[in-house]
């Protein structure tokens, strides 16, 4: 795929000025941005930072990062580039000799680009092929997924990621078809799942095939497992009084989130009954958001996609 201007690649910078609130951005400070997309986040990050200020941008989208980086290419003094999943965030600061840092934000949400390009497969709405990858560089497809799964491994990851309550008829409808004719473009799946849903519940929010197309998505990039794995990492990275910002777009996602910054402000594992803690875990430091903070009415008009988006964020003692 050819290289993306930043006109191209379309980006709303969800909850901008709540985020940059959140990470309470010091000029001279470090900041690691997990999921960089266009690059709008940085953008306002890095107008804040001064000389000693920086900012490592990790995609593992090639397309996000040519677009982000001309976006950004004025601040090149301050912004380090770096085409990996986060999971591996750690490991791209050591060898970057970076110690610990005063903040790290992760945008989980799917780019307008992304959505919005049917060689991408994202969409159930644009025929393309069925591919969902974020990250090129990995062999797997959704099309592997739909095609070479087992009606019931089809059923686990509908349930699972998509919470489907028609998963059972819409991985037997999947099997169905597959056996005259694999499955290989985006509206084929779309068409096939809505064929799998009874007619009296195709109507009401959204596309029938939307839930289908996230679970897959999910099981594909492994994104939920990816954000349990590394939450802690990015708390343990902190530097005292650093904020670690997430912003989810559906409620698996802001669960984990949830259920990990509670753990962290308080990981005592004693009975309630006991009347002080004897397990020793102690605090990481404590949820500034006490519930999750959502888009104005204005970004709400402005930008549809943000519906769903909830940021939360926690310090570290």
């Known amino acids: 795929m050819a290289s993306v201007s930043k006109t191209e690649f379309g980006h709303y910078p969800v909850m901008l000025h709540e985020t940059i609130e959140g990470l309470n951005v010091k000029e001279n400070g470090i900041y690691v941005d997990g999921t960089l997309g266009g690059g709008g986040h940085a953008e306002a990050v890095l107008t804040k930072l001064k000389d000693g200020g920086r900012y490592i941008g990790i995609d593992q989208d090639k397309d996000a990062l040519n677009a982000a980086g001309k976006r950004l290419e004025r601040f090149s003094d301050k912004l380090t580039l770096v085409r990996s999943n986060y999971e591996n965030m750690k490991a791209i600061l050591r060898e970057l ?68 309550k028609f998963a059972a008829r819409i991985a037997k409808r999947i099997v169905s078809v597959r056996e005259l004719t694999p499955i290989t473009t985006s509206t084929q799946l779309a068409e096939t799942v809505k064929d799998a849903i009874p007619a009296k519940f195709r109507e009401g929010k959204g596309h029938p095939a939307k839930q289908t197309f996230q679970a897959i998505r999910i099981e594909l990039n492994r994104e939920l497992i990816v954000l349990e794995n590394t939450l802690s990492d990015m708390v343990d990275i902190l530097k005292p009084g650093g904020r670690l910002c997430i912003i989810t777009f559906h409620s698996l996602e802001d669960r984990i989130v949830k259920n990990a910054f509670k753990k962290f402000e308080n990981p005592c594992t004693c009975p309630p009954s006991f009347p002080v803690c ?40």
């Open 97 to 164: 000799d970076i110690q610990a840092v005063d903040g790290v934000l992760c945008d989980l949400g799917v780019s307008s680009y992304q959505l919005d390009t049917a060689e991408r497969g994202f969409s159930y709405k644009n025929e393309g092929p069925l591919d969902m990858r974020m990250d090129d560089r990995i062999e797997r497809t959704a099309a592997d997924i739909v095609n070479g799964y087992s009606e019931e491994e089809l059923i686990r990851v509908l349930r699972e990621y998509g919470e489907e």
């Open 278 to 317: 004897v397990c020793g875990a102690k605090s990481k430091g404590k949820v500034i958001t006490r519930k999750p903070i959502v888009p104005g009415e204005k970004e709400l008009s402005e930008n549809n996609r943000s519906a769903s988006a909830k940021l939360r964020v926690f310090e570290k003692a």
